[in-house]
């Protein structure tokens, strides 16, 4: 058996093997409540075999909402929207996650299709943004910085949207502390320049996120798998490296987050970072060493071998994929085939007459 196909238990949870989808925001949300769209385009992904599905950032909170149209999980009817997605994937035998989310000075913008770019201002719908500096991100508004009072209420915020998540009945949790939003910002030099405990050290920097590894751990119970995700990388000069971001995950992993799911960037505009295949699994595999703790590689992983290849060699211990599961959404299926895997206990029993058919 391949290890990309190979069950993982993390706390109570065992995933039927290693080949994830990342968090795909759809901007297709309305008042953060997710609907048809979100159903289909989630549950195929189980359908054709993926061990977890993690939903698209979820906003904590309105203002935390990288666009009017992000997802969220701060009432009761998001919940209840979401659970009806878990619902269908568990019936599809895969396990569903959440990607807990606060855009920062990244909020109120407008999303990719929408025709326009940049900050989207007040009277068209948009909101004032918050950080943990009134740094803005380049071609941006400027966000207000917290006050402690705000942070405290963003505490209380993550804490209840973890509360619903597990209501909703996800199986997984993931604080999104990469790609430049709220989190990212608290722990990068280059967005935060508070002189306050959150700010300064880096571990005055990574403080926001360690208090709520707490929080969440605490309102999930001992059970539940918690996930960060991490931007290795700022990729400019004066920010954050994949050594500070390693020691980080240290410190996530000792204060009761399970795995870390490396990417990179995001934080400024004038980044430099080279792309192409695997391009950020040298950086999981150096915070995997650091940390001690699991890993999982993402960024343009395309076929099984490939995957598997990065398992094989002790870089991650699970693969997240995004864009290649909106190309083909049974990528996991196709994975399986090429890594040689049994079908029969593989491909839904509704589809493995497709199987038969071509190798035949
Ligand atoms: C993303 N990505 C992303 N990342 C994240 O942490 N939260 C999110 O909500 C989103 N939203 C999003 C939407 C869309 C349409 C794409 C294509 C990507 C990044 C994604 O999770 C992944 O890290 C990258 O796409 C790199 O992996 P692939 O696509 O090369 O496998």
């Not at 989310?101 to 109120?108: D, E, I, L, P, T």
């Not at 209840?160 to 990469?178: C, K, P, T």
Request: charged share 20%; glycine share 10%; aromatic share 8%.
């Amino acid at each position: 058996m391949s290890l990309l196909f190979s069950p993982l238990s993390v706390r109570d949870v065992t995933f039927k093997n290693r080949l994830w989808v990342a968090p795909m925001c759809q901007y297709s949300a309305e008042d953060g409540v997710v609907n048809d769209w979100h159903h289909v385009h989630l549950a195929q992904f189980a359908s054709g075999g993926a061990g977890l599905i993690v939903s698209e950032a979820a906003a904590v909170v309105p203002e935390g909402r990288i666009s009017p149209r992000d997802a969220g999980i701060w009432n009761d009817e998001q919940r209840d929207a979401w659970a009806n997605i878990i619902t269908s994937i568990h019936a599809r035998g895969s396990l569903a996650g959440i990607q807990l989310a606060h855009a920062g000075r990244k909020a109120s913008t407008w999303w990719p299709f929408s025709g326009r770019s940049g900050s989207v201002s007040v009277s068209e719908g948009g909101w004032d943004t918050a950080a943990p500096s009134d740094i803005a991100y380049e071609g941006f508004t400027s966000p207000k910085a917290m006050t402690s009072a705000e942070i405290a209420t963003t505490v209380d915020a993550f804490r209840a949207a973890a509360r619903r998540s597990v209501d909703a009945g996800f199986d997984v949790i993931e604080l999104h502390a990469a790609h430049g939003y709220l989190l990212h910002e608290f722990l990068s030099p280059l967005s935060n320049q508070r002189t306050d405990e959150w700010g300064g050290s880096l571990e005055n920097r990574a403080r926001l996120l360690l208090e709520l590894v707490r929080v969440v751990r605490d309102e999930v119970g001992a059970g539940a798998p918690l996930f960060v995700r991490f931007s290795a990388t700022d990729a400019a000069p004066g920010g954050l490296t994949t050594e500070d971001v390693a020691i980080v995950a240290r410190w996530t992993s000792e204060a009761g987050a399970d795995l870390s799911d490396v990417s990179t960037a995001g934080l400024v505009a004038h980044q430099a970072i080279a792309i192409g295949p695997g391009y950020q699994v040298a950086h999981a595999a150096r915070i995997r060493e650091v940390s001690g703790a699991l890993t999982a590689a993402v960024g343009i992983i395309t076929s099984g071998g490939q995957a598997e290849q990065i398992l094989q060699s002790g870089d991650a211990d699970a693969i997240f994929a995004g864009r290649e599961f909106l190309r083909d959404p049974h990528f996991a299926l196709r994975a399986a085939s090429e890594l040689g895997e049994d079908p029969e206990s593989i491909w839904p029993p509704q589809y493995i007459r497709a199987y038969r058919a071509a190798s035949m």
